[in-house]
């Protein structure tokens, strides 16, 4: 699995854009970009995919560069509710937890 | 259903207890895990079954041990665990390869060895 970098914590005010980074610099051409997102005490939840053109669900939307050396997750518009910690894994099989982001909504 | 279903919720064991956590899931999926998760940690890959057969041993003590005895149901069977084996563990399932859905993950048992 490519190894992943994100921040360790972010904030973002309620009702506007959350913008996550994600740096995969070393991942190969056959990994996905997942993001998941953990709630405190709850499993994680999937949220988006991707492999080299940009997604978007109800959720979320998922940016891939060109070179997909990085991605950015975008919540359109948070609420308390996206608190959480998301992760973001580059991977072919397996899924492989690295230290994720830590997301504060602010009211 | 959309779920995974993991019971029980919570559960407090003697060192020299033997326990099983049970993880269910009727999406058809094809493959499980075992997830290990210590406080203010992300998730830590254990154990991976694919068509009911152990694919992926993430070189767990003996301890542990897992079992899917069909393709909705996979156990984990605890015996003389350590005080340090006090964690979250979770469960997850996939299509087999997981790629085009991501894993659906259970809520998890907390696990307390006393």
């Known amino acids: 699995d490519a190894k992943t970098t994100q921040p360790p914590s972010m904030d973002c005010a309620e009702g506007r854009a959350a913008n996550l980074p994600c740096n995969h610099s070393t991942i190969s051409g056959n990994e996905y970009v997942y993001w998941y997102r953990q709630i405190h005490s709850q499993g994680p939840q999937y949220i988006i995919h991707g492999l080299k053109n940009n997604e978007t669900n109800e959720m979320a939307s998922l940016i891939i560069t060109e070179d997909r050396k990085s991605s950015t997750l975008i919540l359109p518009h948070a609420t308390l509710r996206d608190t959480a910690v998301y992760y973001c894994i580059a991977r072919d099989d397996k899924i492989i937890f690295g230290k994720g982001t830590r997301l504060h909504i602010l009211p | 259903d959309t779920e995974v279903t993991q019971t029980p919720k919570h559960l407090v064991m003697g060192m020299t207890n033997k326990k099983s956590l049970k993880c269910e899931q009727h999406m058809g999926h094809r493959a499980m895990y075992w997830y290990k998760q210590k406080a203010k940690k992300p998730p830590e890959l254990m154990f991976v079954y694919s068509y009911e057969k152990l694919s992926i041993n993430e070189s767990v003590p003996s301890r542990f041990s897992p079992e899917c005895p069909n393709s909705s149901l996979l156990n984990l069977h605890l015996h003389a665990l350590q005080p340090e084996d006090s964690a979250l563990y979770l469960c997850?399932?996939?299509?087999?390869?997981?790629?085009?859905?991501?894993?659906?993950f259970g809520s998890g048992t907390r696990l307390t060895v006393v």
């Open positions: 997850a399932s996939s299509t087999p390869t997981g790629k085009n859905y991501g894993y659906t």
